[in-house]
């Protein structure tokens, strides 16, 4: 099973850029789709993207498209989410997880499957 460390959060202005790292433990890291979520003050979590087999990306909040690039670098067992132009209702804690089910395919929809393997989060705020 997969354990995740996110890190690379901070306080950043509205514009500006952040890039999120979340750095694997354990076996079959190529195995897995891996997800970023974030979760707002008040509000649920929600998927932000995917990433999975063959490099293959999903993104689930259609306000990340063409800002957002989730990468992947599995000789590292770690996952990106380099994020530009950032506003601020981007503010939010940021979490990788992993489908509970083992799976490489991520789901159109991130509410499809359980998930697991929550990290501590990395807290990203923009704000001027």
């Known amino acids: 099973q997969l354990q995740f460390v996110e890190s690379g959060g901070g306080l950043v202005q509205p514009g500006e850029s952040l890039r999120l790292s979340c750095v694997a433990s354990?076996?079959?890291?190529?195995?897995?789709?891996i997800a970023w979520f974030r979760q707002a003050p008040g509000k649920e979590r929600e998927g932000v993207g995917c990433?999975?087999?063959?490099?293959?990306?999903?993104y689930y909040v259609a306000s990340a498209i063409g800002r957002f690039t989730i990468s992947k670098d599995a000789t590292q067992k770690t996952v990106y989410l380099q994020m530009n132009s950032l506003k601020p209702e981007d503010t939010a804690v940021y979490y990788c997880?992993?489908?509970?089910?083992?799976?490489?395919?991520?789901?159109?929809?991130?509410?499809?499957?359980?998930?697991?393997?929550w990290g501590q989060g990395t807290q990203v705020t923009v704000s001027s």
């Open positions: 997880a992993v489908p509970t089910v083992a799976e490489r395919i991520c789901p159109g929809d991130p509410l499809d499957t359980p998930w697991e393997s």
């Open positions: 354990g076996s079959r890291f190529e195995y897995y789709a």
């Open positions: 990433i999975g087999y063959g490099d293959a990306k999903t």
